[in-house]
């Protein structure tokens, strides 16, 4: 028989991604759910984070995703200041395959299980229709549409929110905060890439696409013949002139290879997690490549959940991403003053506001 303690209990309690408040197993013979609901803090407030719906190859996968996404959203949701700690849920399986909506249901009463401790949105996987079921069964959900009392796609005010990044790190990087002339490249022209196009196009940037899919490539050059389209992310991180590189497909876009050959001098973009591992933060720095964190720049859609809890007012919360400006040039300058890259300085302020709020700094 396997010792647990070899294996998630060890990850809980004594590894690096520990720390954790509470991790919750959960399952629904019935419907097929099998889901993993982690806190990683409520320092903050209620735990709030989305639900990501993914056929991870094994049961030990889905709780380390778990354990890091939960993580990964105390620290999003301490720097964009909300009255929220970090959590996150995954349910295991094929999308496509298992959701129904018994499961959504069944997934609904295990998070209002929690009594409020965790607040639920949608991730990969999860559409805010399925927010609407499950909101049927647990009051704590957001990231509903708004036929369903939601704010809808939040897609708009993240992209809106990375362009402000974009903007305070050009004016770190050259001086001034339009991207006017500049050249963009944006690996990943879905919801969140398409709309910052726009934001590119409106501000006088040259802009430069890839994306797996040709669709999502025609979608963009057709709607707008300006932009140039090259073959793959490959190319476009070392596309000559390139002053920006705007990741925002999936995660782990900063490899060592793409640190390496890049040609552009700031990196700010959507997707999640983009350092590939510890360390890339430093030899970005070292060739003097301005990071933008992207739990900084990305938060817009986390703001937009939050603002639902209490009645969604757009234009509030357009202010609220608005201030992703300020708070970017923030990093850049308390980097500087401790000499770390702008990675290490995000995760320190966003350290301190967790231990400040739990009377332990
Ligand atoms: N939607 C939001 O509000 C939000 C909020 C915060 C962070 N993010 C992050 O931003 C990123 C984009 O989110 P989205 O909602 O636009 O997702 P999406 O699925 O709508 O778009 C992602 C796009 O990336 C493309 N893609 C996938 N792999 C690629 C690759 N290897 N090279 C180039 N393109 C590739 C896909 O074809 C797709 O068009 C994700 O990492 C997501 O976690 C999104």
């Avoid at 997934?107 to 949608?122: D, I």
Wanted: hydrophobic fraction near 40%.
């Amino acid at each position: 028989m396997t010792d647990v303690t070899d294996g998630v209990l060890h990850t809980l309690f004594h590894s690096a991604q520990g720390g954790h408040e509470q991790v919750v197993l959960c399952q629904d013979r019935a419907s097929g759910l099998k889901a993993v609901i982690a806190l990683h803090s409520t320092a903050l407030g209620p735990a709030l984070g989305g639900t990501r719906f993914y056929p991870y190859a094994s049961e030990d996968d889905a709780v380390a995703d778990a354990l890091n996404l939960s993580r990964g959203m105390s620290y999003k949701n301490a720097m964009a200041g909300l009255r929220h700690g970090g959590g996150k849920a995954v349910i295991i399986g094929d999308p496509e395959q298992i959701k129904t909506e018994q499961l959504l249901l069944a997934y609904g009463r295990a998070v209002a299980s929690l009594g409020g401790r965790y607040v639920t949105a949608c991730d990969v996987g999860t559409y805010v229709q399925d927010m609407d079921v499950v909101a049927r069964a647990c009051r704590w959900t957001t990231g509903r549409s708004p036929e369903g009392g939601g704010a809808g796609d939040s897609s708009v005010l993240t992209a809106f929110g990375v362009f402000q990044g974009m903007r305070a790190s050009a004016r770190e990087k050259w001086g001034e905060s339009s991207l006017r002339g500049r050249t963009v490249g944006i690996s990943g022209v879905g919801k969140v890439g398409r709309h910052l196009v726009g934001h590119l196009l409106e501000d006088g940037a040259d802009v430069v696409v890839t994306d797996v899919r040709a669709d999502a490539v025609a979608r963009i050059t057709e709607q707008h013949p300006r932009v140039r389209a090259v073959d793959g992310t490959d190319a476009l991180v070392r596309l000559a002139g390139l002053d920006v590189y705007a990741p925002c497909a999936l995660g782990g876009a900063l490899d060592d290879a793409t640190v390496r050959d890049l040609t552009a001098g700031v990196v700010c973009g959507a997707a999640n997690n983009q350092l590939a591992h510890p360390g890339v933060e430093k030899d970005l720095a070292d060739r003097d490549i301005l990071y933008a964190p992207d739990y900084v720049v990305n938060a817009g859609g986390v703001m937009q959940v939050a603002d639902e809890l209490d009645g969604f007012d757009f234009e509030r919360c357009r202010a609220k991403a608005a201030t992703i400006y300020d708070t970017t040039l923030e990093i850049f300058a308390r980097a500087k003053i401790d000499g770390v890259p702008p990675a290490a300085a995000a995760d320190r302020i966003a350290e301190l506001r967790m231990a400040e709020a739990t009377g332990s700094a």
